[in-house]
T-cell receptor, first 113, second 114 residues
Framework: EAGVAQSPRYKIIEKRQSVAFWCNPI?????LYWYQQILGQGPKLLIQ????????DSQLPKDRFSAERLKGVDSTLKIQPAKLEDSAVYLC???????????FGQGTRLTVV | AQKVTQAQTEISVVEKEDVTLDCVYE???????LFWYKQPPSGELVFLIR??????QNEISGRYSWNFQKSTSSFNFTITASQVVDSAVYFC???????????FGTGTRLQVTL
């Protein structure tokens, strides 16, 4: 069974530029998460989808971050404009349902300079 | 509100020692799920175990064991006869019936040396 796929693996951008990350969850998984993990910290939930609807986006900085999950499968996370403090690993995860174990992708390491 | 506390920031042990990683959680829900994840140096979070709030039976899987105690709101993880490959950051996490979002603790970095 294929795991959660994310791209790109690494990205370096200048502050104020925009960037987008892509995630393809495990087939059949209804729940999709985007997490931000700053070096040395635990993952922080940015947004959670159930199929193509948003369940929780309370910690998403909506003035600069946006995410969508068209057709309830793939998802993209965008940052525009990026700030230095956005430097982190962005993790995508999926689970069968809202209470199941989440399986994570390898993440995208973003460096904002 | 839900919260997970991992008080141990970093633990160092010598190979073959046993080590216990502590996890304390907070929730007012009676239905919830607890998880442990491993994050090796490669960075990918690896699922280890999921327990629901109605099942307090301890679990053993090879060298890994988990002790779930509702009375103390703890879900501790023990590695027996640790190995260098166990070196990683370990995260405890929680989903509650109300919030349904996976909340992580701050993690415990385990360093196993020869």
């Amino acid at each position: 069974e294929a795991g959660v796929a994310q791209s790109p693996r690494y990205k370096i951008i200048e502050k104020r530029q925009s960037v987008a990350f892509w995630c393809n969850p495990i087939s059949g998984h209804a729940t999709l998460y985007w997490y931000q993990q700053i070096l040395g910290q635990g993952p922080k939930l940015l947004i959670q989808f159930q199929n193509n609807g948003v369940v929780d986006d309370s910690q998403l900085p909506k003035d600069r971050f946006s995410a969508e999950r068209l057709k309830g499968v793939d998802s993209t996370l965008k940052i525009q404009p990026a700030k230095l403090e956005d430097s982190a690993v962005y993790l995508c995860a999926s689970s069968l349902d809202r209470e199941g174990e989440a399986f994570f992708g390898q993440g995208t390491r973003l460096t904002v300079v | 509100a839900q919260k997970v506390t991992q008080a141990q920031t970093e633990i160092s042990v010598v190979e073959k020692e046993d080590v216990t990683l502590d996890c304390v959680y907070e929730t007012r829900d009676t239905t919830y799920y607890l998880f442990w994840y491993k994050q090796p140096p490669s960075g990918e979070l690896v699922f280890l175990i999921r327990r629901n709030s109605f099942d307090e039976q301890n679990e053993i899987s090879g060298r890994y064991s988990w002790n779930f105690q509702k009375s103390t709101s703890s879900f501790n993880f023990t590695i027996t006869a640790s190995q260098v490959v166990d070196s990683a950051v370990y995260f405890c996490a929680l989903i509650t019936g109300t919030a349904s979002k996976l909340t992580f603790g701050t993690g415990t970095r385990l360093q196993v040396t020869l």
